[in-house]
Nanobody
């Protein structure tokens, strides 16, 4: 049974930082590309970062470039999203997903976690 467990969300002030974790079970992490997605209230789920299984390439949505860093630890079977300089536009539920390809759209991903809430507010 494949599971992805996202955690690490919370309430943070503008300018603050959080690191999200996505721990996977039931699959070999090295065999999957992992994406992080965000869904703000009333909006569609959007891709914000992904890391490729093939060569470890990393991709970021424009609004998070330079502020967010994605990295994986295959031994711990986890992928992390380090987020800095957070602003209210970063508020939303963050999901991790596993799939064949690294992409900023949802379709290529086969497995999804439940999500963790991030709220950026003063």
């Amino acid at each position: 049974d494949v599971q992805l467990q996202a955690s690490g969300g919370g309430l943070v002030q503008p300018g603050g930082s959080l690191t999200l974790s996505c721990v996977v079970s039931g699959l070999t992490l090295e065999g999957y590309s992992i994406g992080w997605f965000r869904q703000a209230p009333g909006k569609e789920r959007e891709g914000i970062s992904c890391t490729s299984k093939s060569d470890g390439s990393k991709y970021y949505e424009d609004s998070v470039k330079g502020r967010f860093t994605i990295f994986r630890d295959n031994v711990k079977k986890a992928v992390y999203l380090q987020m800095t300089s957070l602003n209210p536009n970063d508020t939303g539920v963050y999901y991790c997903a596993a799939g064949e390809w690294c992409a900023m759209i949802t379709e290529p991903y086969d497995y999804w976690g439940r999500g963790t809430q991030v709220t950026v507010s003063s």
